[in-house]
């Protein structure tokens, strides 16, 4: 046996699997993914509908509330002036990261899996940071003066504090949301070229024209079109790490012990994409089932979402033991004390939640079984999403009720309107997934044609 | 002249990208005209087979780039550290290392959007709607699964038989002549233009409506802010008390901070009192700041009782310097400073108990440059 043919066989099996259970020809993705589209939802999808748009509607309700009267119907109180607001958008840009990470830093590292997963993810992204937007903005009190945070010349001579990480927050979370937007804009644009040659005439199709732009597929536009997705995917990739430090910079430049560790950037970086990757994979299972994906969404992309969610684990484990650590070596007695305040006290139970959640349930996954198996990975996912709530919560509350001032040490309890909003805010982001799910393909058409097999030339590979 | 219709394009279907590529190699030297492929995705090899350069696109964004870190750079030292300087933490004005975060996100969406829409907006030249590809009956079958091969005239005019020959011979399962859009349209410069002029006016309708309706009903305030507080304002009543009034009286001997307090109940008790000051410079200096803020604009700046108000206001304040008031003692005059006389407001609010005296110095200084002894001269002269 000669050396280059043995060569050819070991490269072919360190080859991943395919990315796609059974033959599927691009023609037949359209059918299969677009005509779904505009049709009317299975009655499944009206129920959902109609539950998450309630409980938006709550939110929105309480929110009214909340702006009519004044922030004094949210528990917040001095010395915790954070709760669940902050909480809240924190929580929420974190489950967007995922969306982003697997859109730009998989692009790059050419992961092919994340082809089927991708435009949904982004969506996340997108509704996730709509979410989280709204709770900094109603936690200003006056959210029709948010404008004085941009820096525009005014009557007042002012400008605002670029030393701030609260402005510095408003800027990342913007320029992420804005970035993300036209990221998944562009990428939808093919896709929405498709539907428009699909749908009849009438109101959608003209619809679907002008959000496509007259895309026409034209190879002089590909050409410009990949070397532009590539780029926005770098920058992108710089964003998905940025964007949670600034958020993390919010609590680190602070003295509140507790908050004032170095190691808060990465570490929730690391918590941003566990807690996005736990919510992508409890929506893919959702859509691969009701829409009967199973050969486009396969057991392989359950088990790769999985394994980075434990690898987020693990980095989660060693976060918290660095933050035990980090309080030990501080030698500072406040420091000790509010780390006590985390595994004991009033909060503690938040505290055993968060570990519980987070470092304990997901290391279910070294099992092959939990990975590709629905009800663990949703029960594995769902520990997640709460253990990361209660992270913040941990964070921030339990942070704050008893800091240096011990005269000001105060229990804060969460009222129904600070509940209320909170549902609501899960109302929203469902509803606007459900939307999207309803009226745009769930699945990147165009990316999914790219990598069938025989999409590309084969004389292209080999001529030179 | 005659004017025809000239076709756009002539375009091949081809059913694999493989067949595409061969199709490009065969048709590429025997036209001079432009090739453009048409493909559901793209397909790599393609820019090599129809020659493309480079794209522009990284140099675009590497500028956009680079102008928005030294734009936000900009904005952040001349704001923070120039035009508002604002010292936080005492850190120095130029602290640039707190301005890297926005820096790095300015320069992310300038080089991101310069990237999206640079490619949407100035290389693809899109929104194209009215394009006449988008009018052909093979546009469907590009945006799905089959491959298209056009030959565009791009202002020459087209040999529309020999092309088609031509694509059909290199392999193309179909042949459609493509013709330009009609200059009439749904998405006509003419209806666009119509339709932006229609939302302009709306906008301008919206905002003159407001704008007016504020204007026409000031009652109705949207947004309060702060303006209603539910506060005690001085002199209002208040259910709270026994009394009905919202301001309370201090208890009883109850003495004011800094000063003592102002004993005299009348001119005749305030007689005896001394000027404490000395009759320095300083002290006549300050007397004189004082008068002329104070008093001038009555008594006059010579203390001659023709200020500048006089007139306007129609009363006759007293003459200092000349009559009765000359005869008044320090004690007198310092009284009625500080109570008040006839017209004449208390100005012990306004002016401090130095103050006061100095004044009263500054009176007796006028009254003495207008009536000065012959030793004063001899005294200015040595």
């Known amino acids: 046996m000669s050396g280059p043919a043995a060569r050819a066989s070991i490269l072919e099996s360190l080859k991943p699997p395919p990315v796609l259970s059974g033959p599927i020809r691009s023609g037949e993705l359209d059918d299969r993914l ?73 692009l790059l590292f050419r992961a092919r899996w994340r082809n089927s997963i991708s435009r949904f ?52 979370v913007n320029t992420y949301f804005l970035i993300s937007l036209l990221f998944w804009y562009i990428g939808l644009i093919p896709d929405l070229a498709s539907l428009r040659d699909r749908t009849a005439p009438g109101v959608r199709r003209v619809v679907y024209s002008v959000l496509s732009l007259g895309w026409r597929g034209a190879s002089s536009h590909w050409h410009h079109y990949e070397r532009a997705y590539l780029i926005i995917a770098g920058l992108a990739t710089g964003l998905v790490l940025s964007v949670h430090s600034v958020v993390s910079f919010d609590f680190a430049v602070s003295l509140v012990p507790g908050w004032h560790m170095t190691i808060f950037p990465p570490y929730f970086v690391a918590g941003a994409v566990f807690a996005g990757f736990a919510m992508v994979v409890m929506a893919m299972v959702v859509v691969r089932s009701t829409m009967h994906l199973e050969h486009l969404i396969t057991a392989y992309h359950l088990d790769m979402m999985n394994r980075v969610i434990l690898t987020c684990s693990c980095l989660m484990g060693y976060a918290y033991l660095l933050e035990g650590f980090t309080a ?45 198996n629905i009800a663990g990975m949703v029960f594995v996912s769902l520990a997640v999403t709460v253990g990361m709530w209660f992270e913040r919560f941990v964070i921030i509350v339990s942070s ?36 999207f799910a309803r009226v745009l393909p769930v699945i990147a058409t165009t990316e999914m044609k790219m990598v069938l097999p025989g999409a590309q030339p084969r004389s292209g590979e080999g001529e030179r | 002249m005659k004017r025809t219709q000239e076709a756009f394009s002539v375009l091949g279907i081809f059913d694999t990208p493989d067949a595409l590529i061969r199709a490009i190699g065969e048709v590429k030297g025997k036209t001079g005209h432009r090739l453009e492929a048409y493909t559901p995705y793209p397909v790599h090899g393609l820019d090599r ?107 020459e005019p087209l040999d529309t038989e ?12 179909e042949i459609e002549v493509v013709e330009p859009s009609p200059a009439r349209g749904p998405a006509s410069p003419t209806a666009l233009a119509t339709g932006l002029a229609m939302i302009l006016l709306a906008c301008l309708a919206a905002a003159g409506t407001t704008y007016w309706g504020i204007k026409l009903f000031p009652r109705v305030i949207p947004m309060v802010h702060m303006l209603d507080q539910p506060r005690l ?61 104070h008093c001038a604009v009555c008594h006059g700046l010579l203390g001659n009782g023709e200020g500048s108000l006089t007139a306007a206001y129609g009363a006759r304040p007293t003459r200092l310097t000349a009559g009765a008031a000359r005869e008044l003692s320090d004690g007198a005059i310092y009284h009625v400073i500080v109570t008040g006389k006839n017209a004449m407001p208390p100005y012990a609010s306004d002016l401090t108990e130095d103050e006061r005296w100095a004044a009263v110095h500054y009176v007796r200084v006028l009254e003495r440059a207008l009536d000065a002894l012959d030793t004063d001269f001899q005294e200015g002269a040595r």
């Not at chain 1, 997108?126 to 941009?150: D, K, S």
């Not at chain 2, 102002?262 to 000395?278: C, F, I, K």
């Not at chain 2, 410079?281 to 300050?286: E, I, L, P, W």
Request: hydrophobic share 50%.
């Open chain 1, 121 to 172: 993810a982004e969506a996340m992204t997108i509704f996730a940071v709509i979410c989280a937007t709204l709770f900094p903005l109603i936690h200003v009190g006056r959210p029709w003066l948010a404008f004085w945070l941009a820096p525009y010349p005014n009557q007042r001579g002012m400008w605002p504090n670029f030393r701030s990480p609260l402005l510095w927050d408003v800027f990342a």
């Open chain 1, 328 to 372: 030990w070596y501080s030698m500072n007695p406040s420091i000790h004390h509010t780390f006590r305040q985390y595994i004991g006290g009033t909060y503690g139970l938040a505290g055993w939640i968060t570990i519980a959640c987070n470092v304990a349930i997901p290391q279910l996954l070294w099992l092959r079984w939990f990975r590709r």
């Open chain 2, 233 to 293: 304002d001085p002199q209002s009543g208040s259910p709270f008390f026994a009394d009905g009034s919202g301001m309370r009286p201090p208890v009883e001997g109850t003495v004011s901070q800094g000063a003592p307090p102002y004993l005299p109940r009348s001119r005749q008790e305030a007689e005896g009192l001394v000027n404490p000051l000395p009759g320095t410079a300083a002290v006549f200096r300050r007397g004189r700041a004082a008068y002329d803020t």
């Open chain 2, 49 to 155: 087979a129809l020659g493309y350069r480079k794209s522009p696109i990284g140099g675009m964004v590497f500028v956009m780039g680079f102008i928005g870190a030294v734009s936000a750079l900009v904005l952040e030292l001349w704001t923070s550290g120039w035009d508002y300087p604002l010292v936080t933490a005492g850190k120095p004005v130029l602290s640039w290392e707190a301005f890297v975060p926005i820096l790095f996100e300015i320069t992310v969406l300038f080089a991101a959007l310069a990237a999206g829409l640079g490619m949407l907006l100035l290389l693809n030249r899109l929104p194209a709607l009215r394009h006449p590809m988008l009018r052909t009956r093979s546009m469907a079958l590009l945006t799905r699964d089959r491959f298209g091969l056009a030959v565009e005239s791009a202002g």
């Open chain 1, 400 to 435: 704050l009720h008893q800091d240096f001032l011990s005269s000001s040490w105060h229990v804060y309890r969460p009222t129904l309107v600070d509940y209320g909003i909170l549902v609501g805010s899960f109302g929203l982001f469902f509803t606007l997934v459900l939307l």
């Open chain 1, 34 to 106: 677009l005509t779904p589209v505009g049709r009317r939802p299975p009655l499944a999808w009206f129920v959902a509908f109609a539950v998450t748009s309630t409980a938006a509607l709550l939110g929105f309700a309480l929110i009214v509330y909340t702006i009519a009267t004044g922030i004094g119907v949210w528990g917040n109180n001095i010395p915790v002036a954070w709760a669940f607001d902050i909480i809240n958008f924190v929580f929420w840009v974190g489950i967007g990261h995922a969306g982003t990470l697997i859109s730009a830093i998989l």
């Open chain 2, 162 to 173: 020999a092309l088609a020959a031509l694509l059909g011979k290199a392999g193309a399962l």
